[in-house]
């Protein structure tokens, strides 16, 4: 063990001593001191103290699901989708227009767990590799850039949010997909289902032999898809067994759904293959319910989000049966943006976002995100910028907690404006902060968010600045940067500085580049397409 693993570990034993005495209010030394053995000796804690439920839905697109995430902009949801649990969820909670996540799903679990952004945490990509700095692998080593590689796992100091919660007299589960590497009851969970990436989530592929073919087609017999079915059954178990023990209760259900490896009930499939937007649609791709690949078919995804409905009202449901309704916050967040094709089906719907999942525009980070619960007013839409590193200091605040004392943390705590609170400058105009310095399917790349800005640095491209101003151009269809160079400047040199006070890797330039094995590569078009333009970037085809 180096010495400085040896001092991160030293540093949390000892803030373990820290941890808050039954009965108070704030956390005790700071966040980070969070005892994982302190347990729930006191009913002092159990009288008062809201419950959160956090459904964490995977690659869903900010136009994903059937709620308008903003009211001006008709295409900023799914009509076609059919899920009444979430539409009611959004007409009793609040809307965010612009909630932010990461360009993939494990980073963007990590900045959950931990309220640090990636570049801070390290962890910004979920990819294997060894070396300490650079990937240096066999397949980057004719790239224009040698990229970086990315932690591997949880840091050992980092604090998460049921370890946040526990000292405040919390227990805490965690259900479905952890994709952090690493052991969730090590880092406070009681209930969980251990060191889960997507394989669990994609159930037709248990029990096949090694080199055995997916199937291409839905068996007519399957009872769990994605696995949503019994993780929604655990999750409800859990909630029972601890407002039967008078606990207040921190529940991730970490769904395997949206993502990719298409799994619905039959039953619900036979409805979106019936629907005529559906029907039409085979017709023109001449295809048809019969012949056509699970992965290619609108009406298994469609089912899939409906099938994930039915379980969103089941907690729901369970919720209000428990009778801790008005004590309860329900989120509802997506890990990353996507890009639906689904979009294709209705006539003169385009996609309202640039790019999608792995990219930092904002077809890859922004997200759809609904909360409900005590003190939230029904109906409501919050405007302000947020990210997926402030759920931790949020939980906190709703857990009776100080957000202020925790340390090596990028979020804030956004319950006073759930509450109502008018947000000032300075939250409006606070910076987030993305980095991908990796090439994987897309390039390395950084952004940074500031209030309407938005800067985006292409590593092998540093001659292109890009600003964008959101407020105006959501699309990201104009690069401003040249009409406004001090902008630009300020807000680069912002984000410049702020990776490397936290010590963020970069890539650098690869002396051994070779163009025509990089544009010889089977990803390069894909990798290229959505690079750094100048002035007005041409529309893709299925674009507004």
């Given at each position: ?204 592929k248990a029990g096949l032999k090694e080199g055995e073919p997916t199937p291409k087609r839905l068996p007519k017999d399957m009872t769990d898809p ?319």
């Amino acid at each position: 063990m180096n010495k400085e693993a040896a001092m991160k570990i030293d540093r949390r034993n000892f803030l373990k001593q820290c941890a808050l005495v039954a009965g108070a209010s704030v956390i005790g030394c700071s966040a980070i001191a969070t005892d994982k053995s302190v347990k729930n000796s006191s009913t002092d804690f159990k009288t008062d103290k809201p419950n959160i439920v956090l459904l964490y839905i995977d690659d869903w697109a900010w136009n994903g699901t059937p709620v308008a995430m903003d009211d001006t902009m008709d295409n900023s949801r799914m009509p076609i989708l059919q899920m009444p649990n979430l539409e009611k969820l959004a007409r009793e909670g609040m809307r965010f227009r612009n909630a932010y996540a990461s360009p993939q799903c494990a980073p963007a679990r990590v900045c959950v767990q931990t309220g640090q952004s990636n570049p801070r945490s390290g962890f910004t990509v979920y990819l294997g590799a060894k070396e300490p700095y650079y990937d240096t692998r066999e397949e980057y080593q004719k790239f224009p850039l040698v990229p970086n590689v990315s932690d591997m796992e949880l840091d050992e100091d980092a604090v998460t949010i049921a370890e946040a919660l526990k000292p405040l007299g919390y227990v805490s589960a965690h259900l479905g997909k952890w994709h952090m590497r690493g052991d969730p009851g090590k880092e406070g969970y009681v209930l969980h289902d251990g060191d889960t990436d997507n394989n669990p989530g994609n159930t037709l592929k248990a029990g096949l032999k090694e080199g055995e073919p997916t199937p291409k087609r839905l068996p007519k017999d399957m009872t769990d898809p994605k696995l949503m079915f019994s993780i929604t059954e655990r999750a409800i178990g859990f909630m029972e067994e601890q407002v039967k023990k008078g606990n207040p209760f921190y529940v991730q259900i970490s769904h395997y759904a949206m993502h990719e490896g298409r799994e619905c009930l039959d039953e619900t499939r036979e409805k979106y293959v019936n629907h005529p937007l559906v029907q039409a649609w085979y017709k023109n791709n001449n295809k048809t319910a019969e012949t056509i690949n699970r992965g290619d078919d609108p009406a298994i995804w469609l089912g899939m989000g409906e099938d994930l409905d039915g379980r969103i009202g089941a907690v729901l449901d369970k919720i209000k049966e428990l009778g801790i309704e008005d004590n309860t916050y329900v989120i509802m967040v997506a890990d990353n943006g996507y890009r639906h094709e689904e979009v294709e089906l209705m006539p003169g719907y385009k996609q309202p976002l640039h790019a999608r999942k792995w990219w930092l525009w904002e077809g890859g980070i922004r997200v759809p995100m609904i909360v409900k619960g005590p003190g939230i007013k029904p109906g409501s839409v919050f405007t302000g910028n947020v990210v997926n590193y402030d759920f931790l200091p949020t939980f906190v605040d709703w857990a009776g907690g100080d957000p202020e004392k925790l340390q090596n943390i990028d979020g804030v705590s956004l319950a006073d404006y759930m509450a109502g609170k008018e947000p000032d400058k300075t939250f409006l105009n606070r910076n987030l902060y993305f980095h991908y310095p990796h090439y994987r399917r897309t390039m390395p790349h950084s952004a940074m968010i500031s209030g309407p800005f938005k800067v985006i640095h292409f590593y092998a491209e540093p001659d292109i600045p890009i600003l964008v101003d959101l407020s105006k151009d959501p699309g990201e269809v104009s690069n401003i940067a040249k009409q406004n160079p001090e902008t630009h400047k300020k807000l680069y040199d912002e984000m410049m500085r702020y990776f490397k006070e936290v010590g963020a890797r970069f890539p650098k330039v690869n002396p051994d580049y070779d163009p025509v094995v990089y544009k010889s590569q089977k990803d390069y078009k894909e990798r290229t397409m959505w690079g750094p333009f100048e002035g007005q970037r041409t529309l893709d085809d299925d674009e507004i």
